[in-house]
């Protein structure tokens, strides 16, 4: 009986000795200096150590006396992934934003283009035939025949009248896509190339 008395004894003074660690542990970590720091990412670090704390950052000692200050910065600690998905999602709005105006810029692009390529077409038109007229002009008063040149004439005349609902097409095209931009509440300017 004496043995189990002992034995119990050990044992309590064992778990008693164990729990005093514990205790003393405990406060060493909920008292002393803590150091924080934001990394590029706006992510703020704690740690007791100061050689974790990374070399060129400026960080900031914090003295930790009571639990509540603790309970503090445990809760900045938790709120930096939420606010680093907060910025995750920015950053996705802003590159959503962007697609978006560079679609309908080459909407508005892509129907400018159309446009340049009509008015090259005119003004190179316009530049045959006023060359093709002053021929004309030159044959006839020079007592030559003019046939071939006024039949020439009249191609580029006609070429150039048809030109005139190309133009009123691409003008529908540009209104059409103002139109769906307005509906679809793009902002003005994502529909000048």
């Known amino acids: 009986m004496k043995r189990t008395i002992e034995a119990a004894l050990c044992y309590v003074l064992v778990i008693a000795?164990?729990?005093?660690?514990?205790?003393?542990n405990a406060h060493i970590s909920i008292s002393g200096t803590i150091y924080q720091w934001k990394d590029e990412q706006g992510v703020l670090h704690l740690t007791d150590d100061i050689t974790k704390v990374p070399e060129g950052v400026e960080s900031s000692m914090v003295d930790i006396e009571e639990d509540h200050e603790r309970e503090e910065l445990e809760e900045q600690v938790e709120t930096a992934p939420v606010r680093k998905q907060a910025d995750r999602l920015e950053l996705e709005s802003e590159a959503k934003e962007?697609?978006?105006?560079q679609y309908w810029k080459g909407r508005a692009l892509e129907i400018q283009e159309l446009e340049d390529g009509l008015k090259r077409i005119n003004s190179n038109l316009n530049n045959n035939w006023q060359r093709e007229k002053e021929e004309v002009y030159w044959l006839l008063i020079?007592?030559?025949s003019a046939d071939f040149s006024i039949?020439?004439?009249?191609?580029?005349?006609?070429?150039?009248?048809?030109?005139?609902?190309?133009?009123?097409?691409?003008?529908?095209?540009r209104e059409k896509l103002e139109d769906e931009a307005r509906r679809a509440g793009v902002p003005p300017g994502y529909i000048r190339p």
Do not use: A
């Open 17 to 24: 000795l164990g729990i005093c660690v514990l205790l003393t």
């Open 98 to 101: 962007r697609e978006i105006e």
């Open 142 to 144: 020079n007592g030559y």
């Open 151 to 173: 039949r020439e004439l009249r191609r580029i005349e006609d070429e150039l009248s048809g030109l005139k609902p190309k133009f009123q097409e691409i003008e529908k095209l």
